[in-house]
């Protein structure tokens, strides 16, 4: 998502026990630093009213520069020793430390524990006890979805399935064929009318239509009945 380089906010939903959890990520860019919020819920916060917990992680990343030339710049001094013993020190610490952790965060389980209140009657999420408002704004603008029901991507997932099963991925494509292929396969799948419209301006040689002709046609021949078995009269 981040290489998107937009404002977006991601619903991801845990597809292993337990069941039900959410995890909502929003990500804001100012400049080239990125700016993530992770919310970490269950699915059925905004089915009814009710007051419930998340756990709120926070966390920046910046696009690297282009790389430069290998080497030292030209006119460029060396540091300073001090400079050098000191990250030499930190180095060493760090080793002592142990090992960071590795693999992707467990949102679920890490993160400051915040307090939110879903008041379907104003149609907003509030935040309780000091709690993240950014948070509760989140939460808000997914009522225009999820209101009165689970937070689920199935619809989503549905789409790329299809998606997935109509599109043809292989070969060189530009990022302009791209886009318009997805812009088309969007507006085909949400106007479905749209769909007769266009096949019936399609021109078909009628080589075509013949050598495909059995294609289009399906015969279905009854069945007349079970064949009565033989009886053999054995000596």
Known sequence: MRLLGVNI???????????????IDVIKWEGPVAHYTTAATTSDVLKAGNTFFARVTKHNKKNKAPGGKPGRRKGRKNRPKEVIAAEKTEKARQ?????????????????????????????????????DPEVARVFTQLLAYFAGKCITTNTEEEFFSAFKRLMHFSGWRTPEYWQELIETFVILRQEKGAVGHLVDLLDFRPQMLRKNLHKLITIKIPNSGARKKKHKNYM
């Open 95 to 131: 080793k002592e430390a142990g090992p960071k952790k590795r693999g992707r965060k467990n949102y679920t389980k890490e993160g400051e524990v915040h307090v939110f209140h879903y008041d379907p009657r104003v149609v907003q999420v509030m935040p309780r006890y000091g709690s």
């Open 9 to 23: 906010t991601h619903v991801r939903c845990v597809h292993k026990p337990p069941f039900g959890r959410v995890i």
